[in-house]
């Protein structure tokens, strides 16, 4: 980590849950309990429903492929876990993704389904089918039936479809019957490709999802970070030029937001060390940088507008934008500290990650209601500009996981793993 990260030893955790310590393995597995306990009522006919602050279902009707994917991999992971009523939850989760959220006339998945059955939009995206395979690679790890199928058709889907042998990485999106396609590339959606061919790797043993994860990685971090001073460029034409003014009308897209994302610098370190851990022969360069990303959110977005905690997005000069407090960019530099403690050993992370997690428990964690506040104010009061509700318990289940395994193989492989 260079210099102008570092800071003093660590403090003792604030104690929490019946005199366990934040961050501390038995506290991890019980704030996982706790989360898939909010997440179960999530179940809807056709897959899984946004969450709203207190644990309902959104009543619009709509159901997100994204979400019913990343609640079918964490309900996986449960399983994993030895939870044996999470196999019900999965295996409809399952169902969802091979019924009413798969397109039988044109193949590939919908980017979700209004009440009636209809596709919410007209484009079939990259984003979206990473993260069906990753809900099929934990379900294959899970053992749930039907699960490499799907396993199977997602990687031919994006095999035919998203991957760009002469690009190295994936192209963003189509049309419903794959006509047109969008001029535009993303580093949002080929950063959750990385993780999907992480976890499909290590699930099915075939190397090149390792290698396509490494050309992404190489592509986007290696070159295009570190030439930006590691402020992550999230936004590029079909041609892999930088479009830096992207979406400033917009600064607080969703998806894709304007400016470089904090959050996707901790994500990508973390992915950057799972492929450096998973494969035979690693470039030393994924180590370097992994820590350079996370030393540059360290330095640019913590703490940095005169209030605590992470800002959501910087511009090109790494001065802040949208600064809402989003839970994910937290989760994912809490990861990230707990990924690079463990390899490197350096204390600093561990530093880091208690911090983190203090800051967690004291004002993302609802202590009340369940799970975690989405977006919070830069005063740290509950907001919903960006993420009303508490859609899905993806990022921070995850969080509570990666300190308790290594670095690699992927997370519901490596549960896997622990338990034969």
């Not at 102008?4 to 604030?14: I, T």
């Not at 839970?327 to 463990?342: C, D, G, K, N, Q």
């Amino acid at each position: 980590m260079t210099d102008d990260a570092k800071y003093p030893p660590p403090q003792p955790a604030a104690p929490r849950l019946a005199g366990l310590v934040v961050g501390d393995p038995a506290w991890l597995a019980a704030e996982q309990a706790r989360l898939l306990g909010f997440a179960r009522g999530a179940r809807v006919p056709d897959g899984f429903g946004w969450l709203d602050d207190r644990g309902a279902v959104r009543d619009d009707g709509c159901v997100h492929t994204w979400i019913t994917c990343r609640m079918t991999h964490v309900f996986a992971l449960a399983r994993l876990c030895g939870d044996r009523d999470a196999a019900d939850l999965v295996d409809h989760g399952l169902a969802a993704l091979s019924g009413p959220l798969y397109d039988r006339e044109h193949g590939g998945w919908y980017t979700g389904v209004d009440g009636d059955g209809r596709p919410l939009s007209a484009e079939k995206s990259a984003y979206t089918h990473a993260f069906v395979v990753l809900a099929a690679a934990g379900a294959t790890a899970a053992g749930r039936p039907g699960a490499r199928d799907l396993l199977t058709r997602s990687l031919d889907t994006i095999e035919r479809h998203f991957w760009s042998e002469a690009e190295g990485r994936l192209v963003e999106s189509w049309d419903l019957p794959w006509q047109l396609c969008e001029n535009y590339r993303g580093a949002n959606a080929n950063m959750h490709a990385v993780e999907a061919f992480l976890a499909a790797g290590d699930v099915t043993g075939e190397p090149v999802w390792h290698a396509r994860a490494l050309r992404i990685a190489r592509h986007v971090v290696h070159e295009h970070a570190r030439a930006a001073r590691w402020r992550l460029v999230e936004h590029f034409d079909a041609h892999w030029t930088p479009q830096y003014e992207y979406n400033r009308n917009r600064p607080d897209d969703p998806f894709r937001p304007f400016g470089s994302t904090i959050g996707h610098w901790f994500e990508w370190a973390r992915l950057l060390l799972g492929l450096h851990a998973g494969m035979p022969t690693p470039p030393d360069w994924l180590l370097h940088d992994a820590e350079a990303l996370f030393a540059a959110g360290v330095r640019e977005g913590w703490n940095v507008d005169g209030e605590p905690g992470f800002v959501y997005t910087v511009d090109r000069a790494g001065e802040p934008v949208v600064r809402a407090r989003m839970h994910w960019v937290l989760t994912e530099a809490i990861a990230a500290a707990a990924v690079l403690h463990r390899v490197t050993g350096n204390a600093d992370y561990q530093y880091w990650y208690r911090t983190w997690w203090t800051h967690a428990d004291e004002v993302f964690i609802d202590h009340t209601h369940g799970s975690w506040h989405h977006e919070l104010t830069p005063r740290n009061t509950p907001a919903a500009s960006v993420w009303p509700g508490k859609p899905d318990i993806y990022h921070a289940l995850q969080a509570t996981l990666i300190p308790r395994l290594p670095p690699a193989p992927a997370i519901a492989e490596a549960l896997r793993r622990r338990l034969s």
